[in-house]
């Protein structure tokens, strides 16, 4: 082949799609363009910042601090600071308006950096999704909560499983005197993902859970231990509890909510109506070590959430700027406009 022949041979072929003819439309920005459009952009913003600041501000919200270490304290758990667990105090609080339905109840945590990234690998997802031979060898990312003393593998192992927040609440209504349980929802609090997909238990053996983490001994700092957090409903024990999924879910930011408990049962499915309240509260979460503070947050929702300014705002501050910008704008082309756009 001759070198122009072979020259021509490496051409493209000539069609509109390989030498770029294709029909092509690029806006012509003009005043009369931009200027509408920001002004349209900014009042729908603005329309949708209404919308959500309203209907944030309608949320109810009852928030309480139980940590009893100074007078800020919404408790009486003050004894509770410095007795060795378990301890029981309560938070007393009148309702003079009724709690709209259904409320949500939040355990809440400041200062606790749960997004540290030694913390965050320190656990081993190949035992939390149900893999037996990781139970006998956790991963090193593990260390310090790998092992025991005694050199035995625990499981759940790391430093997240271990921090696990164990104060348990319980509501009760004064009625005449009387205190009158207020029933908790639990099921279903934890992400969806998480309890189908990304934990399972392990296979029992012989019928049973516990058999299944023979010769591993629980993280230290559990009363008991991970097939023992719930034995009355199977769905709800071992790497499927919802409290023990809530919490592996880590928060991103120091200061955070968990949720605890629905209240949308019985007498209470509308909600939590006017009265005297007292929650019980079994003491066992140390703060003072990392100087945080806990809390506990009764709160319902709407179709945007929870309650939240910020999305709002956010909102009304940018639909504002664009309705600002066209202004100037406006005043800059009726000012310098060329005399061809006259």
């Known amino acids: 082949m001759k070198k122009g022949e072979e020259e021509t041979s490496n051409r493209p072929e000539n069609t509109a799609f390989t030498q770029q ?13 931009v200027i509408p459009g920001f002004v349209i952009i900014g009042l729908a913003f603005i329309g949708v910042g209404v919308a959500l600041f309203v209907t944030s501000q309608s949320i109810q919200v009852l928030e309480r601090d139980y940590t009893a270490d100074d007078s800020s304290s919404d408790s009486n758990c003050s004894q509770c600071v410095n007795e060795a667990p378990p301890c029981l105090c309560a938070v007393d609080f009148t309702l003079t308006k009724q709690f709209e339905g259904p409320v949500f109840f939040y355990y809440g945590l400041t200062n606790y950096y749960q997004n540290h990234r030694k913390y965050g690998v320190s656990r081993d997802d190949y035992q939390l999704s149900g893999d037996t031979d990781y139970f006998t060898d956790p991963t090193d990312d593990c260390v310090p909560y790998q092992y025991d003393s005694r050199n035995r593998p625990i499981v759940p192992c790391g430093s997240v499983a271990n921090s696990i927040f164990n104060d348990t609440f319980k ?6 005197g009387q205190k009158k349980l207020v029933p908790f929802d639990g099921k279903g609090i934890a992400w969806w993902t998480d309890y189908n997909i990304k934990y399972r238990n392990p296979s029992l053996v012989d019928g049973s859970l516990a058999k299944a983490f023979n010769g591993t001994v629980k ?3 559990w009363p008991r231990a991970v097939y023992e957090l719930d034995t009355s409903d199977a769905s709800n024990n071992g790497f499927l509890n919802q409290d023990f999924l809530v919490w592996m879910r ?3 930011l ?3 909510q968990k949720l ?3 209240i949308t049962e019985g007498d209470y499915s509308e909600g939590l109506p006017i009265g005297n309240y007292s929650l019980e509260i079994n003491y066992n979460y140390p703060v003072r070590g990392f100087g945080g503070r806990k809390q506990v947050f009764f709160s ?3 179709w945007m959430g929870g309650k939240n300014q910020f999305l709002g705002i956010a909102y009304l501050v940018i639909g504002s700027l664009c309705i600002f910008m066209s202004l100037v704008m406006l005043i800059v082309y009726a000012k310098f406009r060329f005399p061809d756009e006259e």
């Open 21 to 33: 003819r294709l029909p092509a439309w690029q806006p012509m920005l003009s005043a009369g363009i």
């Open 260 to 262: 605890y408990r629905r």
């Open 219 to 221: 993280p230290i700092n």
């Open 300 to 302: 319902n929702v709407t």
């Open 171 to 176: 509501l009760y209504q004064i009625v005449g």
């Open 250 to 252: 880590r928060a991103a």
């Open 254 to 256: 120091p200061n955070f």
